[in-house]
Structure formats: structure tokens, C-alpha cells
């Protein structure tokens, strides 16, 4: 009997529990923290969750904000409110990456529609910006292109530089807030990247394969090489979600890397995800790698690399900050990870915490982002092992972190 594709007659779960729930949180635990620290405002969140009554519903409710958003934004724009502008570019931005997310159909006229509205609302957002964004598309492979957004941190000199990676359904656009950014207000550019499978990437069809993360990564570094506002000795890289994954292979392929920090873990074997988890998770990476039969991308994913040896070839400090009730990577998965990695290690591990972490995402993107700053200009101890947990009910600043 062939194998049913996605696991597609389950779609009526995620529906239910849609009705039965004020917002996201009920498929992704902890998710509503993490939307705000990005940028999008509680209004309009509640403006897309008092309409929506199931999984169909969402793109059309997200789509019908971010147009009212984008119209106050032209508004506030031609009355030369600026700044208001800018903020409501970049709401409106937010708004339409969500509603083109949700549409799981390739060359789908809406999903064009919002992608290409995503993109005209947040190239506002860096004309707008004074000089403090570029937006930039590199060739990584012949006729291929990884796209990234530079975030300058204030004063002259070069300065430190991490390149972040957003999870596989999030966006370059979604995962560096231009307003409140932990690491641009220490002092370190920020360079986020759409590689292949994601996002821009996507969207101008250059889809993910075994090696070519990484190799779009090392060609964003190779353009950041040019700028003299970069300290070359002092590259970081943070990713989130599957781009902890896509972070440690990147480490691992160019030796310019300095640090590496992951975050919602993604470092274990791809069966928790794809075969256990809800079957959204294989729908978008099936989108992701150009797949639509699950059986040949069964197969294909077959080459895709073994984390744990990749992390052999990482020997730079690395940092995981994770929940242990993550449900697409287990403490276990995570200590056999941490095992086979060649530098120096360090773990923040948090109780009854899932895979967005939302709960505690004001408390680990700025700790995140000093460990960071830290281990760029000072290093770390060859071959230290640091694991701290985080009990529930304490914070991370009530250990010694480092």
C-alpha cells in the first residue's frame, strides 16, 4: 500500500484546536512571545486571531491587515511622518510574510501577491532607514542567489558581524527587528540571510539541497570581506529553529566563523520532525527542497548531512540555548550533538520549555547576544564544557552563564 502523502487526513486536528484556542500558541507553544520580540504589535495580532477559525482562514485574515497596515503607512508617509512611516512599513511587512507563508502552493497567484507586497513594503523599511540597512543578492551557484539585509551598528570602524539565520518558515525580514535589536545596540553589525529554501529563496525558486546552505552563507561572508565596517576576525553566526541545523554546517564549512550560537534546537536526527511532529513541519520542507511526492523526498533527505559528524568539524565556541520539553529535539538528541563537537560548548538548557521559547525570549536574546559579543572580542577556554538548566521559576541571571 503506498504511503499516505503528509499524513494529510489529520488536517481536521489542527482545525479543532484552532477554534478551541485565542491564538497560535496551541500549535506552537510559547510562539506569542517570540512574534512580539520581532516586531509584530499585540493589535495586530488580535486583529488576525478574532477572525481566524481554522488553518484556511489565516492567510486571508494576515493579508487583510497587513493592506490596512501598508495604507496607514503610505499615509503617514505622504504627510512626512517618517519615522510612523517606517514603523508601519514594517508591520505591514511582518503581516504580509505571514499570509504568504500559510499558502502552501508554489506560483500561487496570492502567495506571489504577498510575497512580492512583503517585499515592496520592507524595501520602505531600509529606504527609510538613514543609511542603517542595505539589502543585498549575491550568486552563491550559477544563476542561483542567497539574499540577505545588512543591519549597520552605530559609529565608524570595523565591527564585529554575526550572520543570522531564520528557522525554516521564518524570513530574513521577520528575524532582525530594526528597532530593537540586541546586537546592533552592542556594538555588532547584523547580516540576516534567506538561503536556499527560504524565503526570497523561494520565491525565485532556488531550493535547498544537501551542501548549498552553507555555500550561500560562505558567499554572504565573502561580500561582507569587502565592507570596511566589518572586523573579519570577529564573524558570528546565530540561527533559530532548523537554522541551528544550517548554523554548525556553515561553522563547520568556513573557517572565518568565530562563533556560533543556536537557538530553538534543530540538532538531532530529521524523523521527530518530519514523522512524529505535526505534519506541517514535512509539508514546508517538502516546499523548501522543490519536493511535492513525500516518497522521493523520503529518499532525497537521505543525503542530507549527519549532524553529529558535521559538529566534529566545528572548533569554535558554540553555544545551544533550548527548552527540554522542545518537541522536535530531545535533551538526549542534544547531549549526542554536544558529544561530537570539536570546540568549546555550552548549554542553556530550560525546564518546561518548548521549540519557539517564547516564555523566556526576553530574557535569552540579549543574554544570547552578550554571550556573543563576549566569545568575538575575549574567546572562550579550549574545550570547556558548560551546561547550565533553568529550572522553572528561575532566571538564567541567577546562574553564572558566562
Known amino acids: 500500500m503506498p504511503k499516505p502523502q503528509l499524513r494529510a487526513e489529520q488536517g481536521w486536528i489542527f482545525d479543532n484546536f484552532l477554534m478551541l484556542s485565542e491564538n497560535e500558541d496551541v500549535l506552537h507553544p510559547g510562539i506569542m512571545g517570540t512574534r512580539l520580540g520581532r516586531g509584530f504589535m499585540m493589535q495586530d495580532l488580535n486583529a488576525v486571531y478574532t477572525k481566524v477559525t481554522g488553518r484556511r482562514s489565516f492567510p486571508k485574515a494576515w493579508a487583510k491587515r497587513a493592506v490596512a497596515l501598508e495604507t496607514m503607512a503610505k499615509e503617514a508617509e505622504a504627510k512626512g511622518r517618517l519615522v510612523t512611516a517606517r514603523r508601519l512599513y514594517h508591520r505591514s511587512a511582518l503581516c504580509f510574510g505571514r499570509a504568504q507563508h500559510l499558502v502552501p502552493v508554489h506560483r500561487n497567484p496570492n502567495k506571489d501577491k504577498w ?79 534567506d538561503g536556499p529554501g527560504q524565503g526570497e529563496c523561494n520565491f525565485k525558486e532556488a531550493w535547498l539541497n544537501a551542501d548549498n546552505h552553507q555555500q550561500a552563507g560562505a ?20 540561527g533559530m529553529s532548523m537554522g541551528s541545523r544550517w548554523g554548525v ?68 565556541p558554540h553555544l545551544l ?13 542534544i547531549a549526542h550533538f554536544r558529544e561530537n563537537l570539536g570546540g568549546s560548548s555550552e548549554l542553556w538548557l530550560y525546564e518546561g520549555i518548548f521549540h519557539p521559547m517564547g516564555e523566556v525570549s526576553a530574557e535569552i536574546y ?21 551546561m547550565v538548566y533553568i529550572d522553572e521559576g528561575t532566571t538564567l541571571a541567577e546562574h553564572d552563564h558566562g
Open 115 to 193: 510575497y512580492e507586497a512583503l517585499y515592496r513594503n520592507y524595501d520602505k523599511v531600509i529606504e527609510l532607514s538613514q543609511g542603517t540597512m542595505e539589502k543585498v543578492s549575491l550568486e552563491f551557484a550559477p544563476g542561483q542567489e542567497v539574499h540577505a539585509i545588512f543591519h549597520k551598528a552605530p559609529g565608524d570602524g570595523p565591527k564585529p558581524t554575526v550572520v543570522i539565520i531564520p528557522g525554516m518558515d521564518a524570513l530574513k525580514e521577520d528575524v532582525g527587528n530594526p528597532f530593537e535589536n540586541d546586537y546592533v545596540i552592542r556594538g555588532m553589525n547584523i547580516v540576516c540571510i
Open 219 to 238: 558567499r554572504v561572508i565573502d561580500w561582507l570581506e569587502t565592507r570596511d565596517d566589518v572586523d573579519m576576525d570577529k564573524i558570528g553566526v546565530m
Open 249 to 316: 554546517q556553515l561553522g563547520a564549512h568556513d573557517k572565518r566563523v568565530k562563533a556560533v550560537v543556536g537557538q530553538m534546537a534543530n540538532v538531532g536526527t530529521f524523523d521527530m520532525i518530519f514523522e512524529q511532529a505535526q505534519p506541517n513541519f514535512k509539508r514546508i520542507f517538502m516546499y523548501m527542497t522543490g519536493y511535492t511526492d513525500e516518497v522521493e523526498f523520503d529518499e532525497h533527505m537521505k543525503s542530507h548531512d549527519h549532524l553529529p559528524d558535521v559538529a566534529k568539524k566545528v572548533t569554535v
Open 321 to 333: 540555548v533550548a527548552g527540554d520539553m522542545d518537541e522536535l529535539c530531545t535533551p538526549d538528541d
Open 366 to 386: 540579549p543574554a544570547m547576544a552578550d554571550w556573543m559579543l563576549t566569545t568575538l572580542n575575549e574567546g572562550r577556554p579550549d574545550g570547556e564544557r558548560k
